[in-house]
Structures are given as structure tokens and as C-alpha cells.
């Protein structure tokens, strides 16, 4: 999976490759719609917290890039404000999960309210997303729904790749997303817990290398990490983690991935 940088210079485009069609749901699909469900996590970054409003999750038929019209709402979309630093450990938030229309699903777009912030040393300042509460950020997906068929994939945020940045001497902060996208079908998990944890110790996290791409996640208060996307393979984790304030690394070897599984390394001791 490779990192996809957004500039939010108006509309803001990625392209999910091989969306998979991952089951059957005989609850609400008939045979005209599928079930689309779109997740939000967090990779790591260097702030105390980051809140992303969300007010909608919009689908649009048609590929065209800059046309604005025949946008829709997916529908059941929980909007509210989003602390992306606590999706971690393997916790993710549904954003939306609703029946659409199957056929041809040209983009996806994710619009964002107002009320967005960073914190930074304790001190809060306003997140600006220059233009996504007009235009929102915009995913080209090209891709048909099969009927009766469920889909689901995962946005990671990657914080600390730039996702906010400060607007040069202004004292502001700029929301530049960062985002990479995975899907349950095409792809694995690594989950695991730094455990026990020495008194003087701190687990920061875990992170995979996939070709150029490294891929990390945060360890949650418990010690907890999951490693979403990862393509099916065998993989060296590198756990890091804080012993008397100072960084260190410890390295699980040959943890084995395959599609559409989770892979648990189940509990990894310090030192």
C-alpha cells in the first residue's frame, strides 16, 4: 500500500485500487444495492491530539473530477468530531454503513465541518482546511458494485507524514491529509501488545516496512497496536518503546500475513 498526499488546493483526488467485494449481507442488500462501509484510524503523530470534524460521506456516480454536481449522501453517516490520536490500537470509527446503489461507483467524498483543531504541548489552535468544508476531500474509487455484495475499507490518517503542518510564520496550522487506503479483502492485519511493560518503560509502537513504505501505528495505554494494510507476506515488526526516557527498538521476526486475516503476535515482553 503506498501513502497518498492530498493538497487541499480544492478538490482532492486518491485512487483505490482493487476494491474487493468481501460478502453478502441478506439482511438489507437486495438485488439493485450493496453495502459500502468506510472506516477511519489514525498512524502516529507528534501532537497531544488532532480533531477532525466530519459532517458527511458523499458518493457520486459519475468520474468526471471537477464536476459538482450529483453528489449524494451515503446515508446513516455518524458525523461528529473525530480525535484521530485515539484511533489506535486497533480502534476505528465507522463513518458511514448504508445500502447504495450498485453499479458503476465513480468517487467518494468526505466532507469536513469547521470546528477542527490541533493540540500541541497542551496548547489548542485552530486546524484550517482550506477548502474541504466547500469541496471536502475527494477519494476516485472507478470502480462497479456487485449486487447483494458488502465492501469495506479503511482510511489511515497519517498524522505524522504531514497530515497537519504549520502555515510558516503565521502560527497556524494546516490540515494537508496524508491518507492510505486499504481494503479488507486485499490485505491483512497485525495486531499485538507490548506486555509487561517495566515501570520505567513506555510502548510508543510498532511499525512494518512494505517495500519503500513503512507503515506504523501507535500503542495505546495498555500496549495494544494493530498494523492495518499490510499485503499478505512475512514481515519483521519493530517495537519501540521508551526504557528510562531513552528510545529503543525491539524486532519480532517473521510474522506471517495473508488476506483478509488478523494476524495476532499475541504479547511481546520488554526489553
Known amino acids: 500500500m503506498k501513502r497518498i498526499k492530498f493538497c487541499l488546493k480544492g478538490f482532492f483526488a486518491i485512487t483505490l485500487m482493487g476494491l474487493f467485494f ?24 507528534n501532537y497531544d491530539a488532532v480533531f477532525v470534524e466530519l459532517v458527511d460521506v458523499m458518493i457520486k456516480n459519475a468520474d468526471d473530477a471537477d464536476g459538482s454536481k450529483g453528489w449524494v449522501s451515503i446515508g446513516n453517516v455518524t458525523p461528529g468530531i473525530h480525535d484521530l490520536l485515539k484511533l489506535t490500537g486497533g480502534v476505528n ?24 483543531t490541533v493540540v500541541k504541548n497542551g496548547v489548542r489552535y485552530d486546524l484550517k482546511t482550506p477548502s474541504a468544508q466547500q469541496s471536502g476531500l475527494k477519494l476516485k474509487i472507478n470502480q462497479t458494485l456487485v449486487a447483494g455484495a458488502t465492501y469495506e475499507f479503511m482510511l489511515d490518517f497519517d498524522v ?13 496550522y494546516n490540515l494537508h ?43 495505546n495505554d495498555l500496549g495494544m497496536f494493530q498494523l492495518n494494510g499490510i499485503p499478505a507476506g512475512t514481515y519483521d515488526v519493530k517495537i519501540t518503546y521508551e526504557l528510562a526516557a531513552v528510545e529503543q527498538t525491539k524486532i519480532v521476526y517473521g510474522v506471517i500475513v495473508m488476506d483478509g486475516k488478523v494476524t495476532d503476535m499475541g504479547s511481546t515482553s520488554l526489553p
Open 93 to 116: 470509527v465507522v463513518l458511514a454503513d448504508n445500502t447504495v446503489p450498485s453499479g458503476y461507483l465513480g468517487q467518494i467524498r468526505l466532507l469536513l465541518g469547521d470546528k477542527n
Open 177 to 219: 491529509p496524508v491518507i492510505r487506503v486499504s481494503t479488507t479483502a486485499t490485505s491483512g492485519v497485525i495486531k499485538g501488545t507490548v506486555s509487561p511493560i517495566p515501570t520505567d518503560a513506555k510502548a510508543l509502537g510498532a511499525s512494518v516496512k512494505v517495500g519503500d513504505v513503512t507503515i506504523s501505528a501507535f500503542a
Open 160 to 172: 505524522k507524514s504531514s497530515v497537519v503542518v504549520q502555515a510558516g510564520n503565521s502560527g497556524n
Open 22 to 45: 468481501l460478502g453478502c449481507d441478506s439482511n438489507n442488500d437486495t438485488p439493485e444495492n450493496s453495502r459500502l462501509t468506510v472506516r477511519m484510524a489514525d498512524a502516529p503523530g
